[in-house]
C-alpha cells in the first residue's frame, strides 16, 4: 500500500524556549474514522485534542501505531506535523497494515501517541477528561480495592433512577469491558488480574476512578 508522508511546518522558533509540563493527561483521542480522502495514501484519521494554553507546544507528535480492542496492531503512522499547540484538535493519519480489519465505530481502540520524549497510550473513547458537570471524585469510591470477584461504585447518584455505562480499561487503555447497569455492583469476575480504570458515565456526568483486580 502506497504511503505518502505530507509535512506542514510550523514556526517552531517562539515555543522553543517556553519552559513547559505536558504530560499524556493533556491528550485525548475525540474521533477516529476513515480517511474518505484516498488520494492523501492514508486509511484512517485519529483526531487528538491537547488541553492548555497556546504557549504550550508539543514538539514533533505523531502517532506510531492504532490497537483495537484484541490488543492487535492494525495501523502504523510517522511524523506528519512538527507539533501542536495546546487547545487545539489535530488529526493524525495512519496506514492499515494489509492484514488488518477494523470496525467502524473503533470503539474500545488505543493509539500509542508519542511527542518530546515521551510515549503515551490513548485509548478511545477519551478516559483523560472530566465533563465539568462530573461528579466530585472525593464522593465516589471503589470497594473492595483490590477487588475480586465483584466492585462496587458507592456514590451519591442512584443508578436505579439515572442507570450508568460503565467501561473498563486495562493498564494498555484497552477496553476490556462494557456494562449498562442500574445496579453499583459489577461483576469482575471474568477479568484478568492487574490494574483497571472505570469510566462511569450517567446522565448526571461522568467520573473515572481505578482499582485493582486480583484473586482470592
Known amino acids: 500500500m502506497k504511503t505518502k508522508l505530507i509535512i506542514f511546518l510550523f514556526a517552531l522558533s517562539p515555543f522553543a524556549s517556553i519552559g513547559q509540563n505536558i504530560t499524556c493527561s493533556n491528550f485525548c483521542i475525540t474521533n477516529i474514522a476513515l480517511d474518505t480522502n484516498l488520494s492523501n495514501g492514508f486509511d484512517i484519521?485519529?483526531?487528538?485534542?491537547?488541553?492548555?494554553?497556546?504557549?504550550?507546544f508539543a514538539n514533533y507528535p505523531?502517532?506510531?501505531?492504532l490497537i483495537n480492542s484484541f490488543g492487535d496492531t492494525i495501523a502504523s503512522g510517522s511524523l506528519f506535523w512538527f507539533g501542536q499547540i495546546g487547545?487545539?484538535?489535530?488529526?493524525?493519519?495512519?496506514?492499515?497494515?494489509?492484514s488488518a480489519i477494523c470496525t467502524p465505530n473503533f470503539l474500545g481502540y488505543s493509539a500509542v501517541f508519542v511527542f518530546d520524549n515521551d510515549t503515551c497510550t490513548l485509548s478511545f473513547p477519551c478516559?483523560?477528561?472530566?465533563?465539568?458537570?462530573?461528579?466530585?471524585?472525593?464522593?465516589?469510591?471503589?470497594f473492595?480495592?483490590?477487588?475480586?470477584?465483584?466492585?462496587?461504585?458507592?456514590s451519591p447518584i442512584d443508578f436505579s433512577a439515572t442507570p450508568a455505562i460503565?467501561?473498563?480499561?486495562?493498564?494498555?487503555?484497552?477496553?476490556?469491558?462494557?456494562i449498562e447497569t442500574t445496579s453499583s455492583n459489577i461483576n469482575i469476575s471474568d477479568l484478568p488480574n492487574g490494574f483497571y480504570t472505570v469510566n462511569c458515565r450517567t446522565a448526571k456526568g461522568v467520573?473515572?476512578?481505578?482499582?485493582v483486580k486480583e484473586s482470592w
Open 45 to 56: 484519521q485519529i483526531t487528538i485534542e491537547m488541553t492548555g494554553s497556546n504557549s504550550n
Open 62 to 65: 505523531h502517532v506510531s501505531s
Open 87 to 98: 487547545g487545539t484538535t489535530q488529526d493524525y493519519p495512519v496506514t492499515l497494515l494489509p
Open 127 to 142: 478516559t483523560t477528561s472530566i465533563t465539568e458537570e462530573s461528579t466530585n471524585n472525593s464522593s465516589v469510591t471503589l
Open 144 to 154: 473492595p480495592n483490590p477487588a475480586f470477584d465483584f466492585l462496587t461504585i458507592q
Open 166 to 178: 460503565i467501561t473498563l480499561y486495562d493498564q494498555t487503555g484497552r477496553l476490556v469491558k462494557t
Open 207 to 211: 467520573w473515572i476512578g481505578k482499582f
